[in-house]
């Protein structure tokens, strides 16, 4: 199991111990946290932010076509000079395209979800690609381990998009002590005290999405940045659960409209098509309606929009000044 920074921070500032931290020494970055590869969100831009801040920001394959996905590498290199992800939705028609992109501008840093990522660890990793795949479950984090896998995320059933089953209190300590290889906490954390809850639970790093939707570098419509913004705790749904594929998102008419086929037992096939060009609409059109808004728990804690660079550092002195509250009240 890797080593918590929880005992380190109650004696060392917080820029001494993430020196050591393993996540920021694998990939030559200064604050152990990645950004969600949430699709149409997760942009150059951003991910390009989130690396100049300090983190690992990771460009969202998706769907995304070929020579649209290799324009956005591209301009990632061109925005920053650090290391940058690629996150690789592996159930996707065009993964192996994104694989293949990967491989041709030897992204340093690979994140792949919703599949056996053994492919992708098998083309890339001679390369020199970091390869991080997203797991919900002990049981995959021990084979993704077995496969070559470099770290895992593991990410609770908080977190936007598309979820798995356990919270991610009760995920990341099981799959800390179950893996060697490092393990990034995501789902539900969105400010520094997640930051350090997630690093006693055993974490090397983290991972945040929903907080990186309500950043400037980000270009997700301003419609969708306010309704996080004044989005409460309750304010989530998951849906699909009967497809086999249950997505979180804000509350709104679209996820009603789920709702309801779902409990008139609609065939999979309706309810899947209902969903089908909801993100682009609700992401970059700003249909707060109609549109599918995925977003996390965290929702309820995001309260402003600020520059990428500006999160993290904060996220971090938080998480400093609480580690050292929780010291102080112990002595």
């Not at 000079?81 to 690979?110: Q, W, Y």
């Not at 977190?159 to 789902?187: R, W």
């Not at 400037?216 to 086999?244: P, W, Y």
């Given at each position: 199991?890797?080593?918590?920074?929880t005992?380190?921070?109650?004696?060392?500032?917080?820029?001494e111990?993430?020196?050591?931290?393993?996540?920021?020494?694998?990939l030559?970055?200064?604050y152990?946290?990645f950004?969600?590869g949430?699709?149409?969100?997760a942009?150059a831009?951003?991910?390009?932010?989130v690396?100049?801040?300090g983190?690992?920001?990771i460009?969202?394959?998706?769907?995304t076509?070929?020579?649209i996905?290799?324009?956005e590498?591209?301009?990632?290199?061109a925005?920053?000079?650090?290391?940058?992800g690629l996150?690789?939705?592996?159930?996707?028609?065009?993964?192996?395209?994104?694989?293949e992109?990967?491989?041709k501008?030897?992204?340093?840093?690979?994140?792949?979800g919703?599949?056996?990522?053994g492919?992708v660890?098998?083309?890339?990793?001679?390369l020199?690609?970091?390869?991080?795949?997203?797991?919900a479950?002990?049981?995959h984090a021990?084979?993704?381990?077995?496969?070559?896998?470099d770290?895992?995320v593991?990410?609770g059933?908080?977190?936007?998009g598309?979820i798995g089953?356990l919270?991610?209190?009760a995920?990341?300590?099981?799959?800390?002590s179950?893996?060697g290889i490092p393990?990034?906490?995501?789902?539900?954390?969105?400010?520094?005290r997640g930051?350090?809850a997630?690093?006693?639970?055993?974490?090397n790093?983290v991972q945040?999405?929903?907080?990186?939707?309500?950043?400037?570098?980000?270009?997700?419509?301003?419609?969708?940045?306010?309704a996080?913004?004044?989005?409460?705790?309750r304010?989530?749904?998951v849906?699909g659960?009967?497809?086999g594929?249950?997505?979180?998102?804000l509350?709104n008419?679209?996820?009603a409209?789920f709702e309801r086929?779902?409990?008139?037992h609609a065939?999979v096939?309706?309810?899947?098509r209902?969903?089908?060009g909801?993100?682009?609409?609700g992401?970059?059109?700003?249909?707060?309606?109609w549109?599918?808004?995925?977003a996390?728990?965290?929702s309820?804690?995001?309260?402003?929009v600020r520059p990428?660079a500006e999160?993290?550092?904060?996220?971090?002195?938080?998480?400093?000044?609480?580690?050292?509250?929780?010291?102080a009240?112990?002595?």
């Amino acid at each position: 199991m890797g080593q918590s920074l929880t005992a380190l921070f109650f004696v060392k500032q917080v820029s001494e111990v993430l020196k050591n931290n393993r996540i920021c020494k694998m990939l030559g970055i200064e604050y152990p946290l990645f950004q969600g590869g949430m699709a149409w969100a997760a942009t150059a831009e951003l991910a390009a932010a989130v690396s100049n801040g300090g983190g690992l920001g990771i460009i969202a394959a998706a769907t995304t076509p070929p020579d649209i996905l290799e324009q956005e590498i591209l301009k990632a290199r061109a925005l920053t000079d650090r290391p940058f992800g690629l996150n690789i939705m592996l159930l996707s028609p065009t993964s192996a395209d994104a694989t293949e992109l990967a491989a041709k501008h030897r992204v340093p840093v690979v994140t792949t979800g919703a599949g056996v990522p053994g492919r992708v660890i098998n083309r890339l990793k001679p390369l020199g690609t970091i390869v991080i795949p997203v797991v919900a479950s002990v049981a995959h984090a021990k084979r993704v381990e077995k496969q070559g896998a470099d770290a895992v995320v593991a990410e609770g059933m908080e977190a936007g998009g598309h979820i798995g089953e356990l919270t991610t209190m009760a995920l990341v300590p099981q799959i800390a002590s179950a893996v060697g290889i490092p393990v990034i906490a995501a789902g539900g954390i969105a400010d520094g005290r997640g930051v350090a809850a997630a690093f006693a639970l055993g974490a090397n790093g983290v991972q945040l999405g929903t907080r990186f939707i309500c950043c400037m570098e980000c270009i997700a419509h301003d419609n969708f940045k306010q309704a996080l913004v004044e989005a409460r705790d309750r304010d989530t749904a998951v849906t699909g659960r009967s497809t086999g594929h249950p997505v979180r998102c804000l509350r709104n008419k679209l996820t009603a409209e789920f709702e309801r086929l779902e409990y008139e037992h609609a065939p999979v096939e309706e309810i899947e098509r209902l969903g089908v060009g909801k993100m682009r609409s609700g992401i970059i059109e700003g249909d707060l309606e109609w549109g599918s808004l995925m977003a996390g728990q965290s929702s309820g804690m995001v309260n402003d929009v600020r520059p990428a660079a500006e999160i993290i550092r904060d996220v971090f002195d938080e998480a400093g000044a609480v580690l050292r509250n929780i010291s102080a009240h112990g002595e």
